[in-house]
């Protein structure tokens, strides 16, 4: 049985310089229908770190992950702010393919197209209006090495997307949204459908990214979230309870709700 | 529960041969063979029947060419039809067939892709609620309706607009137009709905329009299906009779345009078959006609199946 926590003991960090921040919420609700599956969720992100979402099963972090780039758009309704750039991107005005091209996304399930590598690559940028050939090839090329693929697959590019093994699937996806060059990248449990080996490698490639991107990474993995992240937020029930750098998370959390999952309590 | 005491008394009973007792037949397994012989009969008079089917028709539409000796390519590319002075060209019948098959795939796919990818990304609900049982109820719609209306409302129609007697591949064009739509329509929506949607989110989150998911990534992933659809409606057209008769003219000559009478296969056999003797010539040609109808749907099928096959191999390798 699971223990009643309150969800008034909360603790949550702010950041004092606002310039450092990538991207920010502030009383971000979400609901399914008459269902409230997200309860005033403030959190701040710095640039140019990985901020790992940790919680069990059903405790919103997929859905708040989803609301950062209007992906819930006809699925739930999404109130609050979401601030980026100084602007609320929560608003019904803003253009939604503008924001996505600047907060790319990768799925739980490695999704690439029915298409060939190249192609699964080429695609968005082409949608954008890219017909360079040779620029359309170097952005293949440059987004194939930041996600460390390149090397596997640098002779077979015109091969199905369909005929990579699922780690290498998931890398071509990561590529295909860095291609666009986004500001922030989010990612939806990346590596859940993955085994060990190809969870390393993903791993590895997300802390070399961190360079160039923010990046928000759902995880229910807590020794993933302890390996990549910088900052650690840690979601109950559709409540953000706990949000701390990872160290002191998994070190000394301060409340009891989160001493009790990091201790696997419960989750 | 009492069976299962008297049952387990009977074994009690029995000897201590094992081999016996574990080898001989219960009501469990006399029940296995009791279905199993049902399905096989049922399979083998459903075998029994399509084979005699490809038989009866094969034989009989090969009697023009063994027992009346006409030529095979005189058969299939002679222009003049007549068979009661011994001329049996089936041209005229086979581009009229062709002729009305494509052109109303043609006009109708645009048309039930269209409606297809209203009703399953543009407005799902509305989709499912209003347009579902409108298509279903096209479909239902018997040929003869179809064709009355095209009698009635079609031929007029075009014979005030375009001239000449109304009557034509246009005519039937038409009516074969709304025949088949229906048909590719819902085996459109089953193939974009069969798109995974994980494929649909992927294209969102990359900053892809609406417009640009469903035409580059949507409809392309469908294509094995939406050619399903067409090759089905085609294989509908080809082989509509009734409807097609009542307002393509049933001149067997060759069509000279689109609003000249004209005749398809069908519209020849129907037309044909109660004024022929059976074992005589023009029997025989009707019966090669049908034939040539028979090859064709198989060719249908066949070409489904490759289709089919292709869609699945291209992304396993």
Redesign the interface.
């Known amino acids: 049985m699971l223990k009643q926590y309150s969800f008034e003991e909360t603790a949550v960090q702010t950041f004092d310089d606002k310039t450092s921040l990538a991207m920010k919420t502030e009383n971000l609700q979400v609901f399914y229908g008459a269902n409230h599956a997200m309860h005033d969720a403030d959190l701040a992100f710095p640039k140019n770190q990985i901020t790992a979402l940790i919680g069990a099963s059903g405790s919103g972090k997929s859905t708040y992950l989803r609301s950062l780039?209007r992906?819930n758009d006809g699925i739930a309704t999404v109130t609050g702010k979401i601030w980026y750039h100084n602007v609320d991107i929560n608003e019904p005005t803003v253009n939604i393919?503008?924001?996505?091209?600047h907060i790319?996304?990768v799925?739980q399930?490695p999704?690439?197209?029915?298409?060939s590598i190249r192609e699964n690559i080429v695609?968005?940028l082409r949608?954008?209006g890219l017909k360079n050939k040779a620029e359309l090839e170097e952005r293949v090329e440059k987004s194939l090495r930041g996600a460390a693929l390149w090397d596997e697959v640098k002779d077979s590019l015109d091969?199905?997307a369909?005929?990579l093994s699922g780690g290498q699937q998931q890398r071509l996806?990561i590529a295909?949204?860095i291609a666009?060059e986004p500001d922030v990248l989010l990612l939806d449990e990346p590596c859940s459908a993955l085994d060990p080996i190809s969870t390393v490698k993903v791993e590895e490639t997300l802390l070399e990214l961190q360079k160039k991107y923010s990046i928000i990474i759902v995880t229910h993995n807590m020794q993933q979230a302890a390996r990549v992240s910088s900052q650690c937020a840690f979601f109950h029930l559709g409540h953000v309870m706990e949000y701390t750098p990872t160290g002191t998370m998994f070190s000394n959390p301060q409340i009891p709700v989160t001493q009790d999952y990091i201790a696997g309590s419960f989750g | 529960m009492e069976q299962t005491n008297f049952q387990l008394k009977k074994q009690k009973s029995q000897s201590n041969d094992w081999s016996a007792r574990l080898h001989h037949a219960t009501r469990a397994t006399r029940e296995d063979w009791m279905g199993k012989g049902i399905s096989y009969l049922c399979i083998g008079v459903i075998i029994l029947v399509v084979a005699s089917m490809l038989w009866f028709i094969t034989s009989k539409g090969v009697a023009t060419f063994t027992q009346n000796h006409v030529s095979l390519t005189k058969f299939l590319f002679g222009t003049n039809w007549a068979p009661d002075q011994g001329h049996i060209g089936a041209l005229p019948m086979i581009v009229g067939s062709f002729a009305v098959t494509f052109a109303a795939a043609i006009v109708a796919t645009p048309f039930a892709v269209g409606t297809a990818i209203f009703m399953t990304e543009i407005s799902p609900n509305k989709g499912r609620k209003l347009l579902q049982p409108v298509i279903e109820l096209l479909v239902g719609i018997p040929s003869v309706v179809y064709g009355f209306i095209g009698l009635a409302v079609v031929v007029p129609f075009m014979r005030h607009v375009v001239g000449g007697s109304g009557f034509g591949i246009i005519s039937a064009t038409f009516v074969l137009f709304v025949m088949v739509l229906p048909t590719i329509t819902s085996m459109t929506v089953d193939s974009l709905r069969a798109v995974p949607r994980h494929f649909k989110e992927a294209s969102l989150a990359l900053g892809a329009t609406r417009w640009q998911t469903v035409s580059r990534v949507i409809l392309r992933s469908a294509t094995p299906g939406i050619l399903t659809a067409v090759i089905f409606g085609m294989a509908r057209a080809f082989g509509e009779a009734l409807a097609v008769q009542m307002v393509i003219g049933n001149a067997a000559i060759m069509p000279k345009n689109l609003i000249s009478p004209a005749s398809t296969l069908t519209s020849q056999l129907t037309t044909g078959i109660g004024d022929t003797i059976d074992g005589t010539l023009p029997n025989n040609a009707l019966w090669s006609l049908a034939l040539i109808l028979l090859l064709m749907s198989l060719f249908f099928n066949a070409l489904v199946r490759v289709i089919a096959k292709r869609g699945q191999l291209k992304h396993e390798r």
Not at chain 1, 111 to 115: E, G, L, S
């Open positions: 780039n992906m393919y503008e924001i996505r091209r790319g996304m799925f399930r999704n690439p197209f029915a298409k695609y968005a949608a954008n091969k199905s369909l005929s996806c295909r949204s666009m």
